[in-house]
Nanobody
Framework: QVRLVESGGGLVPAGGSLRLSCAAP???????????ISWYRQTPGQQREVVAT???????AYADVVKGRFTISRDNSRKVVRLEMSNLKPEDTAVYYC??????????WGQGTQVTVSS
């Protein structure tokens, strides 16, 4: 489907904030806009888990552990989905990926972006 590129990770103290970006630099707007896109995260030795999802209609869903702290949004004109992360906790440390349902089912992933939250 559409190639997605994650960015914005880094090292932050507990309680800090980060904004992650998921961009589709080679897609045209008419292709990007209908996509449902999710943010996932994965820590060593664990499976990927979905943390936030946004549909083409901008409906959103969040994992319970991030609800109230993370906000997913999209700007279709810029072909970007963002994940605003606040009040970060050490257990949020992971590699964060964005993906569409189709690519996720096919087990096709990008490089992800590392988020590390220090105690």
């Amino acid at each position: 489907q559409v190639r997605l590129v994650e960015s914005g990770g880094g090292l932050v103290p507990a309680g800090g904030s980060l904004r992650l970006s998921c961009a589709a630099p080679r897609a045209i707007t008419s292709v990007f806009a209908p996509l449902t896109i999710s943010w996932y995260r994965q820590t060593p030795g664990q499976q990927r888990e979905v943390v936030a999802t946004i549909g083409s209609d901008r409906n959103t869903a969040y994992a319970d552990v991030v609800k109230g702290r993370f906000t997913i949004s999209r700007d279709n004109s810029r072909k970007v989905v963002r994940l605003e992360m606040s009040n970060l906790k050490p257990e949020d440390t992971a590699v964060y990926y964005c993906n569409t349902p189709v690519r996720a089912k096919d087990d096709v992933w990008g490089q992800g972006t590392q988020v590390t939250v220090s105690s």
